[in-house]
Structures are given as structure tokens and as C-alpha cells.
């Protein structure tokens, strides 16, 4: 959609990036908005610097545009407060449920049309953004808590010094939890979500990933991890999955059947291997038929699966 069909004065026009930059070992979200700001981070990392398990996070860009004089925020957000800081000049950071595969991606919010009811998020492409209803932007976004990243050159940080930001602290020990979880640490990363859930016990997030941390090493202090996050939270789409990753583990097929399905209710399109999961929890209940047609699904959402043909051959043996 381009950009003169908006309301100007709603609206910023963030930098493209190039291809490399896309690849780069930081998230393409911190450095576009870095560059809005004037500041290169792609140019500031090196080849020597160590690449990511599993590809680039948050918190890395996060550390690098500090390190390099900028103030960041990570809080629970609302819808009016994109708007004020997108009146202010400020490009926000947010995180959305993701996609067949992806579990969750970054979107920046460039802009926003009251008329047509709608948030502008940035698209790489030339006099593009992207456009989705308000309506359908808050219903994703809450799946995730509302995580919103604000990255400011620090002489501007006044503009939130007077800021209630929600979860400032134990969001920021989430991520910085994620980037431990990432580096193998899972020792540390409890320790930082336990932190969390001691400064904001009302944080679904950190209960959410604490219960993920538990969940890896086999303890059932995830169940109850779990439940306090979907109490804080009741559509919280990550949380349903987790128990349903839980009792999968536990062997409690029917548990994990329901769990599954409440994830799949808040939102069917979210993640491709849900469907896989579930279809195994009905064939262990000897529903076939369901099972099977979750195996259809699955491969209908992640099309490039590399069990593809395990999955297709198990698909015509049901």
C-alpha cells in the first residue's frame, strides 16, 4: 500500500535495507529502526562476531544498539500508546504471533489511520507499508502480551521518563532469559525468569517461558508455570501449546489432545506443527479420521516440511 494514500501526519518513512542486512547476525527490525536514528549497526558487527543458534534474537540488537548510545524499552503495550509514540516520531517494535513454522516474528509500527481504522507496519519495499485493521492487529498482538520495544537515541529518553511502563523489568529479563535459553544456558535462564516472576507477578510472559524452561527439563513444575500464565492471560496461544507439549511428553494423550485444541481455537493459522502434535495425541486415542485430518493440515501450513513425505506416507496408511 503506498505510503500517500495515508495520513501523512500519522505516518513514518523508516530506511530500506538491503539484502545483506537482511541476513545480518542482529534482527532486521533494530536495524532499520537504528538507522531511522542516524545509526548503521550492521556496519558495527563483524564477522567475528558469534552467530546464533538459531538465528538472530532480540536481545542481541537490543545489547548492540545500547552499546552504541541508544535508551531501550521493553513493556507491555496498548494500542493508544503505538499511536502516541508514533506522534512522537518514534517507530515501535512489537511481537506478533507468527507462521506456519515461526513461532513469533517483529513487526515495526511505522504509522497508523484513525479514518480507516488501521496500523502501518514497515515492509521493505520501496514506498510500502503494510496495513492491517486495528481490530485484527489487537487480537494477534495480545496472543503475545503486547510486547512493544522502544529504541531511542538516549537524548531523547526523557520523553518516557515520566512513562508507566508496564513490565519494564521482567520483560526485559524475559528476553534476556530467551537469549540464555539460546546459548544453553537453562540454569541462567530460570534464574532470570525467576526474577521476573518475583518483580511482576502478574507477568504471563515470564510465567509462560518459565514453565518452556521447565518443560525442557522434564519437570512438572511446568504444568503449574503453565496455568498461572493462561489465569493471567486466557487466550495466551504459546501457554495451551506448552501444556500440550507437556502432556504429549507425559504420555497424557487425551490432555494433550484438549490443550492443543484450545491453542488451535485462539488461533488455527499460528503455528503448522501444532497439528502435527495433536494428530499424534488422536492416534494414540485411536481417532484416525482426526488424526488424519490433521496431518493434512499440517502439511497444508508448512508445505516445505521436511517430513513431508513421511507425513504424506503416513496420511494414505490412515
Known amino acids: 500500500m503506498?505510503?500517500?494514500?495515508?495520513?501523512?501526519?500519522?505516518?513514518?518513512?523508516?530506511?530500506?535495507?538491503?539484502?545483506?542486512?537482511?541476513?545480518?547476525?542482529?534482527?532486521?527490525?533494530?536495524?532499520?529502526v537504528a538507522k531511522y536514528w542516524g545509526e548503521d549497526l550492521f556496519a558495527a558487527t563483524s564477522n567475528a562476531d558469534p552467530v546464533p543458534q538459531r538465528g538472530s534474537i532480540l536481545i542481541q540488537?537490543?545489547?548492540?544498539?545500547?552499546?552504541?548510545?541508544?535508551?531501550?524499552?521493553?513493556?507491555?503495550?496498548?494500542?493508544?500508546?503505538?499511536?502516541?509514540r508514533i506522534d512522537q516520531g518514534i517507530p515501535t517494535v512489537v511481537i506478533m504471533p507468527?507462521?506456519?513454522?515461526?513461532?513469533?516474528?517483529?513487526?515495526?509500527?511505522?504509522?497508523?489511520?484513525?479514518?480507516?481504522?488501521?496500523?502501518?507496519t514497515y515492509v521493505a519495499e520501496p514506498d510500502t507499508v503494510g496495513a492491517i485493521p486495528e481490530n485484527k492487529f489487537l487480537e494477534?498482538?495480545?496472543?503475545?502480551?503486547?510486547?512493544?520495544?522502544?529504541?531511542?537515541?538516549?537524548?531523547?529518553?526523557?520523553?518516557?521518563?515520566?512513562e508507566n511502563l508496564l513490565f519494564m523489568q521482567s520483560?526485559?529479563?524475559?528476553?534476556?532469559?530467551?537469549?540464555?535459553?539460546?546459548?544453553?544456558?537453562?540454569?541462567?535462564?530460570?534464574?532470570?525468569?525467576?526474577?521476573?516472576?518475583?518483580?511482576?507477578?502478574?507477568?504471563?510472559?515470564a510465567w509462560c517461558l518459565l514453565g518452556g524452561m521447565y518443560n525442557e527439563l522434564g519437570s512438572d513444575v511446568a504444568d503449574s508455570c503453565y496455568r498461572t500464565a493462561i489465569k493471567l492471560s486466557p487466550r495466551y496461544y504459546l501457554a495451551f501449546r506448552g501444556l500440550g507439549n507437556f502432556y504429549l511428553?507425559?504420555?497424557?494423550?487425551?490432555?494433550?489432545?484438549?490443550?492443543?485444541?484450545?491453542?488451535?481455537?485462539?488461533?488455527?493459522?499460528?503455528?503448522?506443527?501444532?497439528?502435527?502434535?495433536?494428530?499424534i495425541?488422536?492416534?494414540?486415542?485411536?481417532?484416525?479420521?482426526?488424526?488424519k485430518a490433521d496431518l493434512i493440515r499440517y502439511l497444508d501450513q508448512m508445505p516445505n516440511a521436511d517430513d513431508r513425505k513421511d507425513i504424506e506416507q503416513a496420511i494414505s496408511e490412515l
Request: charged content about 25%; some cysteine; overall charge neutral.
Open 2 to 32: 503506498p505510503l500517500e494514500s495515508q495520513s501523512p501526519e500519522h505516518a513514518i518513512t523508516l530506511p530500506l535495507v538491503n539484502k545483506n542486512e537482511e541476513n545480518s547476525r542482529l534482527p532486521l527490525v533494530v536495524n532499520v
Open 61 to 84: 540488537g537490543i545489547e548492540l544498539a545500547e552499546s552504541r548510545g541508544f535508551s531501550t524499552y521493553v513493556y507491555k503495550g496498548s494500542v493508544k500508546d503505538l499511536k502516541r
Open 98 to 120: 507468527g507462521i506456519q513454522g515461526l513461532v513469533q516474528h517483529a513487526l515495526i509500527v511505522c504509522g497508523y489511520n484513525d479514518d480507516e481504522r488501521r496500523i502501518l
Open 140 to 162: 494477534d498482538w495480545m496472543q503475545d502480551e503486547m510486547t512493544t520495544i522502544v529504541i531511542i537515541p538516549s537524548d531523547m529518553k526523557g520523553l518516557m521518563k515520566d
Open 171 to 205: 520483560n526485559r529479563l524475559c528476553f534476556e532469559a530467551e537469549g540464555l535459553r539460546q546459548q544453553n544456558d537453562i540454569d541462567g535462564a530460570i534464574a532470570k525468569l525467576l526474577t521476573a516472576t518475583n518483580i511482576d507477578r502478574d507477568n504471563a510472559q
Open 249 to 279: 511428553k507425559k504420555q497424557d494423550y487425551s490432555m494433550a489432545e484438549s490443550y492443543y485444541t484450545k491453542a488451535i481455537n485462539v488461533n488455527p493459522s499460528r503455528l503448522g506443527s501444532i497439528y502435527k502434535n495433536r494428530a
Open 281 to 291: 495425541a488422536r492416534m494414540q486415542l485411536g481417532n484416525k479420521s482426526q488424526a
